[in-house]
């Protein structure tokens, strides 16, 4: 009867030990795939900020060339303004639409830094 009872609580421990360590191995498999998986998450989302950025700060920088053309054509156009014309109050318009979009797009630019 000893016998039995040695057995059987040796199978219920053995049982118990060899669950625990497959147990274990699937946690540290689990562990490390999802450590794979938030790298290349974190990677991903990395560079389609750096390519929000570099896409931001080009038409930003394109916008500002747009506004010293538009500078230069308003002086341009100030200076030759009679009191027959007014056409400097169409370039105000216009100047004042491209800097709000540069703002705009400045404060875009710093929302993704």
Avoid: C, P
Avoid at 22 to 29: D, N, S, V
Avoid at 35 to 53: D, G, K, M, S, W
Avoid at 54 to 61: L, N, V, Y
Avoid at 92 to 113: A, F, G, H, M, R
């Amino acid at each position: 009867m000893l016998v039995w009872v040695v057995l059987i609580g040796t199978g219920v421990y053995g049982a118990i030990w060899y669950s625990d360590k497959q147990q274990a191995e699937l946690a540290a498999a689990i562990e490390q795939q999802t450590a794979r998986q938030i790298a290349a998450v974190q990677e991903n989302y990395q560079t389609q900020i750096t390519q929000l950025q570099d896409g931001f700060a080009t038409e930003i920088t394109q916008l500002e060339g747009k506004v010293n053309a538009l500078n230069e054509l308003l002086t341009f156009a100030k200076d030759n303004t009679t009191e027959k014309t007014d056409n400097s109050n169409q370039l105000y318009t216009q100047i004042n639409e491209v800097n709000q979009k540069l703002n705009e797009l400045k404060k875009s630019l710093d929302v993704l830094k």
